[in-house]
């Protein structure tokens, strides 16, 4: 490992860029410092791995209005309840008499549906691969228990086509730091496409500041060469976890998906199909993108086309208390890491 931070330190060869894809990996990168154990020659820029980050406003709206339904309630992840609409959030749509509820987890989603039989109840289903599969374990749980007040307003993403959106459209990329939690699901191959394609290596690294110096330090040795390497064996394979695949192919089939910053992408979402289709709340269409405050650079921070200390709202008018867009509002955003670690301050 000692060898590995002296080359990073001193690295004096061609510029690198590397994408980190994953919020948590962004989250764990401003933890451990890693951004200061690098030469300035290797360069870290966030992607789209935030799903909180990449949800359109149209989706946020759609939530805001159903919880304003008699007899309806929404059930929603903390961090989801600040995230700016077209005109309100979740949390001013519940101080104006909306029934919104904060759980922890799907699981605790479904329970309160199960124990409220006399309310329909929304789970806010945003996410990638890794929680798509539990969504479908869940789905699965309900159609055997028959509970039909359950409902899922989807707004669920697969990685594949926006990393492709990425390499086709924002360029100047060397390597990209793979996500890990997804990959688990997945497996790695899903990425020898894309590497061949674009002659560029995806490394899978899990989430130790360690793992990451390991993956970067790979990313920069293979830089140019369609490559795709595992560094997270303990949990990543080849193919990945076929059961939860399979659970997922049962619930969902791809559909077009809006997100932030990249518009449209075909067959780079998830929506509820055949049995599982009746516990859809409504979630087709939900296309359009409004930004809240004018001035913020979300759309361009989530495909690395600026840092979020460019954007001018950044550490004056938008803060973690005061977000102006979901990038600073999630604990996985990049401008929420960027504000709490100083990263991209010097
Ligand atoms: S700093 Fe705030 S306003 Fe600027 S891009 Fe980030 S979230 Fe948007």
């Not at 949390?91 to 006399?118: C, F, H, I, T």
């Not at 039909?148 to 390499?167: A, E, G, I, Q, Y």
């Not at 979402?269 to 289709?277: C, Q, T």
């Amino acid at each position: 490992m000692t060898d590995i931070r002296t080359f990073l330190k001193n690295y004096d060869g061609p510029k690198v860029r590397l994408m980190e894809v994953c919020g948590t990996h962004t989250a764990s990168i401003s933890k451990n410092g890693i951004v200061c154990m690098l030469s300035p020659n290797i360069q870290l820029i966030s992607g789209p791995g935030c799903p909180v980050c990449v949800t359109v406003t149209a989706y946020i709206d759609r939530l805001t209005e159903l919880c304003m339904q008699p007899n309806t309630i929404v059930l929603t992840f903390g961090d989801l309840m600040r995230v700016p609409g077209t005109e309100r959030n979740l949390n001013d749509a519940k101080a104006a008499g909306g029934s919104v509820r904060m759980v922890y987890s799907p699981l605790d989603a479904l329970r309160y549906a199960e124990e409220n039989p006399q309310l329909t109840c929304v789970f806010a289903a945003v996410g990638f691969e890794t929680t798509a599969a539990v969504y479908a374990s869940l789905l699965q749980e309900a159609l055997q228990k028959e509970i039909k007040n359950f409902r899922l307003l989807t707004s669920l993403k697969v990685m594949p086509p926006v990393l492709d959106w990425v390499c086709a459209n924002q360029g100047g990329i060397d390597g990209f730091i793979a996500p890990g939690h997804v990959s688990v699901i997945t497996g790695w191959k899903i990425y020898e496409p894309l590497a061949k394609k674009y002659n560029i290596p995806f490394v899978v690294s899990g989430f130790e500041g360690g793992q990451l110096l390991e993956t970067i330090y790979a990313l920069v040795k293979l830089r140019g060469m369609p490559r795709v390497m595992n560094l997270y064996p303990s949990v990543v394979t080849e193919n990945g976890n076929e059961e939860a695949l399979r659970a997922m192919a049962d619930c969902f089939e791809p559909c077009p998906a809006a997100w932030r910053g990249m518009g449209v992408i075909p067959d780079s979402g998830l929506r509820l199909h055949g049995e599982y289709a009746m516990f859809d709340a409504g979630s087709d269409g939900l296309l359009q993108d409004h930004s809240f405050n004018t001035n913020c650079r979300c759309a361009k921070v989530l495909t690395g086309a600026v840092s979020p200390t460019q954007c001018p709202l950044f550490g004056r008018v938008c803060t973690p208390q005061t977000p102006q867009g979901a990038c600073m509002v999630s604990q996985e955003g990049s401008c929420y890491n960027y504000y709490i670690s100083g990263r991209g301050s010097k």
